[in-house]
């Protein structure tokens, strides 16, 4: 393991755990044991990261309730920094042939049928710049929720949560939703259920998107939740960086939260090393695939944070549009949890 390696190591380390005395001390004993004996750098990474979390966990307390919040943090940004090649993953596309497509692209809203009129600041934007769009009908997670959907696609713990509230009416359901909104909190077990189905709803409503450009055998599908507006230059921007990307391009996020950003690609274009919310994106035909396959089946994680572990995992190619081509309008979403 080498000294660059156990100097980043050592700077998450102090970004989630600032006050861990005996952790900082076991990563300087480690610094010095692989410049005297050089015994960690015949040690595989993976080994020697699965080493540091077990350090994280001693210093923050195995049973503290802080243990749950740290670590899938610190595993994230472990895996952010040290498991993928970030710049030969740019320079490739950079190499290789650029995108184009001769169709024209057509954008999807994704909204609840309930909820039509709070997504008109998203269709005023979009009718203002003459691009064509559709509503795509997203899943109520207060209605009853499809069996076979919530067995192929929530994982165990997801749906133990969901079948917490299977036996409630909708109209008792719509009374919580609107206790929770205005921060009424329900007991734990049933709003914890709540938002797992509201939750899983958004979930589902993506992925019969994905579901839906793979059947049509389209290029690639702008998708925008009802809370987004897009920019003034939307079209012409949105173009010219569609015909920059490279040809095995997968995801391009609009805007979104909590950004990763790696180096500029190109003009308008930097590298996306991750990041949350899904409220306006591109998604290609070929990156619609690859997250069908294997990445929504059984998952315990919302839809966001499925996106941004494959990222991290090296299995979609993705991109920020820089500056941002879409923006939020506050509390006007449908598909809010």
């Given at each position: 393991?080498?000294?660059?390696?156990?100097?980043?190591?050592?700077r998450?380390?102090s970004?989630?755990?600032?006050?861990?005395?005996?952790?900082?001390?076991?990563?300087c004993?480690?610094?010095?044991?692989a410049?005297?004996?050089?015994?960690?750098?015949r040690?595989?990474r993976?080994?020697?990261?699965?080493l540091?979390l077990?350090?994280?966990?001693v210093?923050?307390?195995?049973?503290?309730?802080?243990?749950t919040r740290v670590?899938?943090?610190?595993?994230?940004?472990?895996?952010?920094?040290f498991?993928?090649?970030?710049k030969?993953t740019l320079?490739?596309g950079?190499?290789g042939?650029?995108?184009h497509t001769?169709?024209?692209f057509?954008?999807r809203i994704?909204?609840l049928?309930r909820?039509?009129?709070?997504?008109?600041?998203?269709?005023?934007?979009?009718?203002?710049?003459?691009?064509?769009?559709?509503y795509h009908?997203?899943?109520?997670?207060?209605?009853?929720l499809?069996?076979?959907s919530?067995?192929?696609?929530?994982?165990r713990k997801?749906r133990?949560r969901?079948d917490?509230?299977?036996?409630?009416?909708r109209?008792?359901?719509v009374?919580?939703?609107r206790?929770?909104d205005n921060?009424?909190?329900p007991?734990?077990?049933?709003?914890?259920?709540?938002h797992?189905?509201l939750?899983?709803g958004?979930y589902?409503s993506h992925?019969?998107?994905?579901r839906?450009?793979?059947r049509?055998?389209a290029?690639?599908?702008?998708?925008?939740?009802?809370?987004?507006a897009?920019?003034?230059?939307?079209?012409?921007?949105l173009?010219?960086?569609?015909?920059k990307l490279?040809?095995?391009?997968?995801?391009?996020?609009?805007?979104?939260?909590?950004?990763?950003?790696g180096?500029a690609f190109a003009?308008?274009i930097?590298?996306?090393?991750?990041?949350?919310?899904?409220y306006?994106?591109?998604?290609?035909?070929?990156?619609a695939?690859?997250?069908?396959?294997?990445?929504?089946?059984?998952?315990?994680?919302?839809?966001?944070?499925?996106?941004?572990g494959?990222?991290?995992a090296?299995?979609?190619l993705a991109?920020?549009?820089?500056?941002?081509l879409?923006?939020t309008?506050?509390?006007?979403s449908?598909?809010?949890?």
């Open positions: 393991m080498n000294s660059p390696l156990l100097a980043r190591l050592t998450v380390l970004q989630f755990h600032r006050s861990g005395t005996d952790s900082t001390r076991v990563v004993t480690l610094r010095s044991r410049r005297t004996r050089g015994v960690y750098a040690l595989s993976a080994t020697c990261i699965a540091f077990t350090f994280l966990s210093s923050c307390g195995t049973f503290s309730k802080s243990w670590i899938p943090r610190a595993r994230r940004e472990l895996r952010r920094n498991l993928r090649d970030w030969r320079e490739d950079r190499d042939e650029n995108f001769s169709k024209e057509e954008v994704i909204s049928r909820g039509r009129e709070r997504s008109l600041e998203s269709a005023r934007s979009l009718d203002e710049q003459g691009i064509t769009w559709s009908d997203a899943v109520d997670g207060l209605d009853e499809d069996v076979k919530l067995n192929k696609y929530a994982g997801k133990t969901v917490a509230t299977r036996h409630i009416p109209s008792t359901l009374q919580l939703k206790a929770y921060a009424k909190r007991s734990h077990a049933i709003g914890q259920s709540l797992e189905r939750r899983f958004c589902l992925v019969s998107l994905w839906r450009v793979i049509a055998e290029p690639l599908a702008i998708v925008l939740e009802d809370d987004a897009v920019s003034s230059n939307f079209t012409s921007a173009v010219l960086i569609l015909h490279p040809i095995d391009w997968d995801v391009l996020f609009l805007n979104g939260c909590f950004k990763k950003f180096p003009d308008g930097r590298q996306s090393r991750g990041g949350l919310c899904t306006s994106y591109v998604i290609s035909a070929k990156g695939f690859t997250l069908m396959r294997r990445a929504t089946l059984r998952s315990e994680k919302p839809i966001d944070h499925v996106l941004d494959e990222i991290l090296g299995r979609l991109f920020h549009a820089d500056p941002p879409a923006r309008v506050p509390k006007t449908t598909l809010a949890y």
